[in-house]
């Protein structure tokens, strides 16, 4: 789909009640690796498009992975369910299986960790379930989805209703949905900057199904409760909340799809070390937010780096890098060799 130098391997998961099951991490190697490496992670109604920051760690030294959640982007078949699932820890073995690559058969011995909205929900709850077992260094969330936007009579009445509806009718179609306001303000087509493939995220997203909505609220549950995260983490989220339902220029420079306030009130019950960053005239993806936002998103995740992961992506690198040993080739390596060459 992006063609070189991205590459694409495709992880088997076997079955589940709707058939076959997928997940595809994509992968941009640093020309002069480090052995560190980033595995990104996208919010709901997404996948990775986002080049722009492959290339900014690339450049850096870091290779740069990302996963493409089952049932989403590269990894939605036919017969699914776009974007579905019933419980977030359904995504823990893909991502169990994307940190075993970048660690034991590429060899990196450093993994930051990106989420993105649903993906920074999920990369958190993961972090803590494998908090004993070293497999990441750090975690950056972009604009996590910890709470509802919505006032409280729907956020908790409500979606403890919808909870118990989506426990017997998992399927059943919710009555409300994402709107076009933020698809609106990031895609070329429309208001925007970004060309994205809009089959795999749709402007006004795809339904809102109650046993996804359940799986939501149990999990934000879970975080609210209080996670026990060792590595540091850095929350980074807009200063403000667009709250309109059609489109308004302010809508592009606030997160028009998640309350901010939300963000910041959950991120101390991350765990230990938690570094809080707010950007104003940032979007809900901050990455796509306006050019001098952006650069200060990467400034400040570089210099977050730097501090707590030991070695930042604080600039390109310019003289020639140490020598480091060679890669293991593996079965992910030669997987790869048979799918990319149309690109990640």
């Not at 956020?155 to 209703?161: E, F, K, M």
């Not at 934000?220 to 995260?229: E, S, V």
């Amino acid at each position: 789909m992006l063609g070189p130098p991205f590459e694409r391997h495709t992880i088997d998961l076997g079955t589940d009640d709707e058939g076959p099951v997928i997940a595809t991490l994509v992968r941009r190697r640093a020309d002069r690796p480090t052995g560190r490496a980033v595995l990104y992670v996208h919010g709901f109604v997404d996948y990775f498009f986002q080049t722009h920051l492959a290339d900014f760690f690339a450049e850096r030294g870091w290779d740069f992975y990302a996963l493409d959640l089952r049932k989403y982007g590269r990894s939605l078949l036919p017969h699914q369910t776009p974007n579905f699932c019933r419980d977030l820890a359904d995504y823990f073995p893909e991502l169990d299986a994307a940190a075993e690559i970048i660690r034991t058969e590429d060899g990196h011995d450093t993994l930051l960790a990106m989420g993105h909205s649903t993906g920074g929900l999920l990369l958190s709850l993961w972090a803590h379930a494998r908090r004993d077992a070293g497999v990441v260094d750090g975690l950056f969330l972009n604009s996590p989805f910890f709470d509802i936007n919505a006032p409280w009579a729907v956020r908790r009445p409500l979606a403890a209703a919808v909870a118990r509806l989506g426990r017997r009718a998992p399927q059943r179609v919710l009555p409300f949905g994402l709107g076009t306001v933020y698809g609106e303000s990031i895609h070329s087509d429309h208001r925007g900057e970004w060309s994205y493939d809009l089959s795999w995220k749709p402007l006004a997203g795809f339904p809102v199904r109650a046993g996804w909505l359940g799986a939501i609220r149990t999990a934000q549950r879970q975080l609210r409760a209080g996670l026990d995260i060792p590595v540091p983490v850095l929350l980074a989220c807009s200063t403000r909340s667009f709250k309109g339902r059609s489109w308004h220029e302010s809508a592009g420079l606030a997160d028009a799809v998640l309350d901010v306030e939300h963000m910041v009130r959950y991120a101390p019950r991350l765990g230990r070390h938690v570094t809080l960053a707010r950007f104003d005239g940032g979007m809900h993806d901050l990455t796509l937010s306006g050019p001098a936002v952006r650069e200060k998103v990467f400034t400040e995740l570089g210099r977050w780096a730097e501090a707590f992961l030991g070695a930042g992506p604080t600039a390109p690198a310019r003289d020639a890098a140490p020598a480091i040993p060679a890669r293991r080739a593996g079965a992910a390596e030669a997987a790869e060799a048979d799918a990319t060459s149309t690109g990640g």
